[in-house]
C-alpha cells in the first residue's frame, strides 16, 4: 500500500471524530448526511440529521412526505434546494428503486441532486466502492499534499484533483481513505493555521517541504457579492393569537419552495400588488434587514400593513404564529417577522 495511503488510514482510526454518521453504513443515512454536510459546518448538521432520520427512517418515508414536511424539518440550515433535490432524488429511489439506493454508480449518478461528489461518497462509504471524493476539505489537503498551484475552481485544477483522488482511493477500506482526507482536511489540514507538526503525510507533503502551505491552495478570484435593495411587506390580519400573516411561494419568493415575505425591488405597495393582497400599508419602513447570500448582499427595507386581505391559494396563504412552526420557512423570513412583528 502507497504510504500515504496506509498512514492516513492509521491516523483516521485514532483520530476520527466520533460523528453520528460514522455509525451507519445504510446507504441513505449516508446521502442525507453528505446532503446536509454540503456547506454546513458539523456541529450544525448533527441535531438536523438525528432529528431528520427520527422523522424519515426510511427513503418510503421520505418519499411519502409532502415538500412543507420536509422543509421544515431543514429549516435553519439554509440551502433549501439541496432539501428538494434530495426529496426528489429520494423519490426516484422509491419509484424506480423499490426504496433501494441503487449500488450501480451510473444509476446513483441519475439521480435528481446527486453529483459526483455525493455519487462518489455514498459508493466508497456504504458500498465499498473505490470511487473517489473531492469537496472543500480534500481540495486543500491534495492542493498542499502535492503542491497544486493552479488556481482552484478553474476547470483544469478540479479535473487534476479528482485524477490524483483517483489514484488514492484503489485499496482497503475505500470509503475509510475518501473520509481520512476529509476529516485532516476539517481537523488538520485546516484553511488557517494547519497543524502541520502534527500531521500523519507531512513527511509527504510538498507544500510542507517548500513552504507554501499558507499560500496553497491557490484561491480563483471572486467577484464581489451584488448589493440588491429590495422591500419586502409583512401584511398581517386580525390581532393577538388570532393574527395571521400573509406569505408566498414560488415566483413573489426569493426562495422557490419556501413560505416567504412578500419582497422585491419596487416599490412597497408594488409588493402587495404583486401578492395579490390589499391592505392597509404603512407610509414609512419599520425596520431595515440586511441579508448575505452566496452571490449577493441584501438590504431589505420593511414595511408593514395591515387588515390584509387576499384569497388563499397554493402560492399565497395567511398562517398564525404556530403555523408557521410547522411549516418551512428560510431564515431571512424569521429575520423579516421579527423586525416588522417585535413589541
Ligand atoms: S503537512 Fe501541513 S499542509 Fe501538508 S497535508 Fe499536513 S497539515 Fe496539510
Redesign the pocket.
Known sequence: MPPIRQKLLGWYDQAARDLPWRHTRDPYAVWVSEVMLQQTRVETVIPYYERFLESFPTPHALAEADEDTVLSRWSGLGYYRRARLLHAGVREVVAQYGGTVPEDEEARRSLPGVGRYTAGAIGSIAFDKEEPIVDGNVT??LA??LRIRTPVGTSATTNRLWEEAARLVPGERPGDLNQALME?GAT???PKQ???ES????QE?E??AHGE?DT?PVPRARKAPMEVSLCAVVATRGRGADRKVWLVKGDQALFGGLWSVPMHEGSARGVLTAAGLHARLGSEPVGEVAHVLTHRRLRIDVYRASAARGSESGTRRSFTANDLERVGVSTLTRKLLASALRG
Open positions: 486543500r489537503v498542499r499534499l485532516l488538520v489540514c485546516t494547519p497543524r502541520c500531521c500523519p503525510v507531512a507533503c507544500a510542507f502551505v496553497l
